[in-house]
Each structure stands twice: as C-alpha cells, then as structure tokens.
C-alpha cells in the first residue's frame, strides 16, 4: 500500500448540494423565528405604503415614478418603507445565520451530516444559499405586495422605468442581505453558543447602524484636518468622510436606495460647480444611468460578501468535527 | 469479495501540536469481521476513526478503506460507509421519517429508492410506529435506534460505531447486540470502539487495546488473554477433604501455574491450557471428594484490567 501521489481530492465539491439548500430553505420558512420576522416586515411594508398612499393620492398624474414614491414617502410618526429595510434586512440575515453552523454542532447533527458523501464545500454553500433564496423569497413577496398595494390604493400601473428601477431595488436589498448573512454565519463558526454568536452580530449590526457615522466624523477630522479653511482642505475632508462611511454596508445600501428611488440624483459624492455646467438640474436620470451611479457599490457589497464568505469557507474547513 | 483487508492502515499517525493523538497505527480489519477497539478516553479511538472516514487528516500515514483513501476520495469512503457518533443528533423539529429523507437525498437516492430504503430500515429497528412522529419526543434509545436507521439507509458494506452500547438500558443493549450480529451475518464489516466490555467480548471476532495513541495488542480475546495473563484457563474447583493435601495435588500438576484458595473448600488453579481432567484426577488421588468443575475463559474485564496496570507500572518505573 502507497501512500497516494495525488493531492488533489475526487469527487465534485458540489455534491449534495442542493438537498442542503431544500432543508435550509423548508426548515427557515417554517420556523418560528422567520414567521415572526415575516410579520414584521409585512406590517412594516403594509403600514409604511398604506401611509404613502394617504399622501401620493393628491399628486397622481403630477409625478412619473409615483411608484418608487411608495417606497420613499413617509408620514408621520412613521418613516418611509425604505427607512425600515435599512435595518430590518440585517436583523432577518442575522436571525438566518447566526446558529446555522454551532446549531448543528450543539443538535450533535454535525458528526452524522459530514459522514454522509457530501464534501464540507457543500454544507457551508448549501447554508448560505439556502438562506440567501429564503431572503430573495421573502423581499419578492414584499415588492409584490407594495406594488399590489400601490395599484389599487393609486389606481394606476407603474410605467416600466419604475418597474426595472424596483427590481434593481430588489436585488440590492438581496445582496445587502447576503453581506450580513455572511458575517452572521462566521460568527456562527466561531462561536460555539449561538447567543455569543447573535449577540455579536448584532453589536456589529448596531455599530455601523449608529456608531460608524459618529466616528467617521472624528476620523476624518484626524485623517484630512481643516487646518486653515482653504476649500481644498475642506473638500479633501468631506471626501475622507464620505471614504470613511461608505465601509459601513448601510451607507453602499443608502447611497443606491437614494440612486434608484430619486431618478433626478446625479451624484452619490461631492460635485463641484464647475461639474454642473450643461446639466438641466431636476430632469430624471434613465435607469442605465442610475445603474451606473450605484454600480460601484453594488460590487461592493458583493465583494465584501464573497470576501467574508471565504474566510466562513476557511474557518469551517479547519474546523475540527469533534465537539 | 477479494482477500484484501476491508479497513487497512500503514503508519497512520495524527498530531493536535505537541500531542500525537495516533501514533504509527497499523490496523487490519477482513471482511465480514467485528473488530472492537478498547481503550480508556483519550486513548486515540476517535481520531482513528475520524481518520478513516476522512472527516480529519492524518498527520503521516495511509489509511484505505474498502480500496479507497479517506483523505482523497472521502465521497467514496463515506458512500459505502455507515458511522454511527458515540453522541448521534437528529433534527427534533423533523419527524423520524424526514429526517432519515434528508440522509437519504445526501446520499444522492432516487425518491422511490429512498422510500423503500427508509421503510426497510424503520422496521429494522423497530420505530415504524413512531415514523411520523417528532424526533424531539423520542427517547435516547429510540434515537439510538433511529441512529442505527440512518446508516442501514446506505446499505453501508462497513458500519463503524463509536461508543455504540453506551447509555443503553440492558434490554436495549441485548436488542442493539443482536441487530449488529444480524449485520455482521449479512457480511458487513463492522469496527466498533466500546467501554463495555463484556458486551464487545461477546460480539466481537477480534478486539485492539488502545493506550496512549498506540495500538498495543490486537488478537481475539483468548490469544490477548495468553499474551497478558500468561494463562488462558483458569478453573474453579470445590472439593471436601485436607486443604493442604488437594492444594498440594493440584499444585504438582504439570502446566499448573498457580493454586488459591478463595474459601473453605474451594480453589482456583490458573493454566496453561484446559486441565480440567487432570485436576478432577489429582483431587481423587488425593483422597478429595470433587463437589464441583468448572473453567473460566479469561473475561476481557480482567485481561483489559491487568493490562492497563502493567503499562501504567511501566511508565512510572
């Protein structure tokens, strides 16, 4: 008997993949916890739009993207629909995540499910996929809903600039999604407790939700200094600034709900006067161009989810299966 | 099947650090044979088996499972391969059948294939009753049974349990025994790592001790009895008459090590081979009257007991 010359392993890493991806899928929409999310979203989406439609009702036939007004319209005491997905999609990534990996450790499952033919590769991708289409499944029905709820309460069809600006909406809230899924799950590989684990994706959550702008300021201010207030200095630190917060994934997501809600946004920095020259302030952008605007962000946020998304793959393969 | 070993290891070695784990194992299991790996915790039971279905890597070594390398071709090993943890979970808000449904699609079974699968091991193991019920009501030893399900599912040709006896009540343990000489008549190779001593003692063909990552002695019990005791028999006599005489008779048998006296009017005599007639000889010619006979193989317990003396001696002079 030799010891094998061949390094690499046999069989394609993908096997079993999709039997992962049908439980994690059956086992998200039936829980409790998801039911309860799911809840919260459709009373949040329910409530904000049917507020929307209270005061969109005046300007119908005034306006060309009523539609992507539901989205943006708030009236008091409640923010717009928008608003709440900036911190809501988090919390459902989160509660998707964080016990995906030590659950399975803690139900002693973890042992039985490797010894099955299936490589690691697939257990991990089979989690994250399969969370990942339980978010697209939930934010689809919410646009469906709104939208439904938007031509009987306005009595008009979006037009199709509208419609391809919610979609591009729509897949931006599912990448956003993605991000915090797969931080929630690192700290799922961690953390051997799956409170430890929820907790401190919620703290991460919570830090850049309300901390990061706080201390972008004061970064900035150490990093590009207004020494002198000549404009130079004064644009190096709003560009630092502006730098600084967009490592926050709530300030990339911001930035393109703004980008493809308000189709007269040109510009998601600094512009300076001389950039305006020729430009007809207030006339709508096509949604290519809006696209393009957010187009930096979007692979952004797609980057740093593949980004964390290796290193879960990393922890997880070195990961000793006896608990 | 061919005469090649069903599990095979040349050197196989596993190290957490500084501390090795395995050390330089070379184990050999043929087909259709119960093999029991014995050993206190810690002793490397679990790594070995952990290394054979490729769910750690070795250190230095080969390892070949039915042909196969567990580090290099793992979806092969763990196709053929059923493994029951010491500690085995299922999914409690699933009922007993889905949960075995889910095994069964990472197996990669075709839906009618599976379901006649999962019938068949059901009533295997007594739970088709209790199919469609939440596994989070079951009991330890259903869950046990349902462990035992899951793996009959692949129609595994190795079946290796870690700890598989333990925490069963003595019916349950009797009923698991007689499934896994079941398996073994249907030509399954099984490897199992136990505590129990007396349970692997009575099911399994032959046992490996475990000490420190080191695989000590391998054989069947009598041989590891000879190697560790010195003598495989040792035979229980009660006799009335002069103590000091009987003594004196069984004692000039030749092949006769030792001669206790446990109580009045009964002895132990430790040989080498089985001197039963002998014995009943001497007691006569001695002027005795044999009231009872009896050998007694030597039981794992004992050999396992002395065994672990001797090397903890050792290591401390």
Not at chain 1, 40 to 60: E, H, S
């Amino acid at each position: 008997m030799k010891p094998s010359t061949e390094r690499k392993r046999e069989g394609s890493p993908w096997t079993g993949l999709w039997a992962v991806v049908g439980k994690e899928m059956a086992d998200h929409l039936t829980s409790a916890r998801m039911q309860i999310l799911e809840a919260l979203i459709v009373l949040t989406a329910g409530g904000t739009v049917y507020a929307a439609i209270q005061n969109l009702k005046t300007t119908i036939g005034q306006d060309r993207f009523i539609f992507l007004k539901l989205f943006t319209t708030a009236k008091d005491p409640l923010p717009a629909f928008v608003g709440f997905l900036g911190f809501l999609v988090p919390l459902i990534a989160i509660a998707l995540a964080f016990d995906t990996i030590n659950g399975e450790f803690n139900r002693r499952t973890m042992s039985r499910l490797l010894a099955q033919p299936i490589y690691r590769d697939a257990l991990l991708l089979g989690k994250f996929l399969g969370g990942l289409f339980t978010q697209a499944l939930v934010y689809a029905a919410i646009w469906l809903l709104i939208i439904g709820l938007g031509l009987i309460g306005l009595g008009v069809p979006p037009n199709g600039e509208e419609v391809i600006r919610m979609v591009w909406l729509l897949l931006a809230t599912i990448v956003y999604g993605g991000i915090w899924q797969a931080l929630a799950m690192i700290f799922s590989i961690k953390f051997r407790q799956p409170a430890t684990a929820a907790l401190s994706a919620l703290a991460m959550w919570l830090f850049f939700l309300v901390f990061w702008d706080m201390l972008v300021g004061i970064l900035a201010q150490v990093i590009s200094p207004v020494r002198y207030g000549l404009p130079e200095e004064q644009i190096r630190f709003i560009q630092t600034g502006l730098a600084l917060s967009r490592i926050s994934p709530n300030t990339l997501y911001t930035e393109i709900i703004v980008a493809l809600t308000q189709p007269a946004v040109r510009s998601l920095g600094l512009v300076l006067p001389s950039q305006w020259q020729g430009a007809i302030l207030g006339t709508p952008l096509p949604w290519e161009q809006s696209v393009m605007l957010i187009w930096p962000h979007l692979t952004g946020l797609i980057a740093a989810t593949l980004l964390l998304f290796a290193a879960a793959y990393v922890m997880f393969q070195r990961r000793e299966v006896r608990a | 099947m061919s005469d090649a070993p069903v599990i095979e290891t040349v050197g196989l070695t596993k190290k957490y650090g500084e501390f090795t784990a395995v050390k330089d194992l070379n184990l050999e299991v043929q087909a259709g044979e119960i093999f029991g790996l014995l050993g206190p915790n810690g002793s490397g039971k679990t790594t070995t088996i952990l290394m054979l279905l490729g769910l750690t890597e070795p250190t230095r070594g080969v390892a070949r499972v039915l042909g196969f390398d567990p580090t290099r071709q793992p979806l092969q090993v763990k196709a053929r391969v059923g493994y029951l943890p010491d500690q085995v979970g299922f999914y409690d808000e699933l009922t007993a059948r889905e949960n075995l449904i889910y095994t069964a699609k990472l197996n990669g079974l075709p839906r009618p294939e599976a379901h006649a699968r999962i019938e068949e091991a059901l009533e295997r193991v007594g739970l088709q009753e209790v199919a469609d019920k939440r596994v989070g009501t079951f009991s330890f030893g259903m869950r046990h049974r349902l462990g035992v399900a899951d793996i009959l599912i692949k129609r595994p040709q190795v079946i290796i349990m870690d700890e598989p006896t333990q925490g069963l009540d003595p019916q349950g343990a009797r009923e698991f025994l007689h499934l896994i000489r079941g398996l073994k008549g249907e030509g399954i190779t099984i490897l199992l790592s136990s505590h129990l001593l007396h349970q692997v003692q009575e099911i399994c063909d032959r046992v490996g001790l475990f000490h420190r990552g080191t695989l000590r002695l391998v054989g069947t019990v009598p041989e590891l009895g000879r190697k560790v005791l010195g003598k495989a028999y040792r035979i229980r006599l009660q006799a009335q008459g002069d103590p000091e005489a009987l003594a004196e008779a069984l004692r000039a048998i030749p092949g006769v090590t030792e001669v206790r006296m446990p109580g009045a009017e009964s002895y132990e005599v430790d040989a080498e081979e089985d001197l039963r007639p002998e014995a009943a000889e001497a007691v006569v010619r001695a002027g005795g009257r044999l009231m009872g006979l009896e050998v007694e193989t030597q039981s794992l317990d004992v050999i396992y007991n002395r065994y672990f003396q001797e090397v903890e001696h050792e290591a401390i002079h």
